[in-house]
């Protein structure tokens, strides 16, 4: 099991950008609904009698403030995931793959739990709001960190590290066409799902 693991954190290195980000795509999704589950099956009682909150509750300002303020929390996600790709990765691993897995068990129990600001009344309700928002948050992260992965400064085939196998400079690292694509496409979906979530938080 662990050498299959392994088989495929290797392999995401070996592909072209937008299998890569396929893959990390899929391994980010399931991990978020197992956590789901999880987060369900320990919780029951959150999606039980929902107290009703508007979502004007949770808004920081007008449309473009909270849709700014959104987009500004989403993007320190993406600065922690892809600093932690470019810095170092030891092995097949990297901090910031580690980031997005973490970021994705955490999505996924608070949504199991209901935790939002705002709560669901239902999980239909919850799931539906995923779709609109969530989907494309999470293929933001996804997409950010398999155009990342790949470009890490300091590279160990152990860790911790006893030397480095491969050493890079800022000014070495190159991104290919279909890479800014994919980078400008995470933008948009961004974007995209702020300005979808402050409209909700602002109606």
Known sequence: MSRSKGQLCSGLYQVGAVKRTIIIWLLLQSVLWLFFAIGYLAKPGAWVDVQTVEPSSAAVGGVATTAGYIVARNCIVLLLIGAGNLLVRFGSVTPGLLVLLVQGAAI???????????????????????????????????????????????????????????QRT????????????????????????????ALYLTR
């Open 108 to 166: 996924g129990w608070v949504a199991g739990t209901n935790s939002f600001e705002v709560p669901f009344a239902s999980v239909a309700a919850a799931n539906m709001q995923y779709l609109r928002i969530g989907l494309w948050e999470t293929s933001a992260y996804a997409i950010f960190c398999a155009i990342t992965l790949t470009k890490s400064l300091l590279v160990a085939n152990s860790f911790p590290a006893r030397e480095w196998a491969e």
């Open 170 to 197: 800022l000014r070495s690292l190159r991104f290919s066409g279909t890479e800014i694509a994919l980078g400008l496409l995470a933008f948009l979906f961004l974007v995209g799902a702020a300005l979808v979530e």
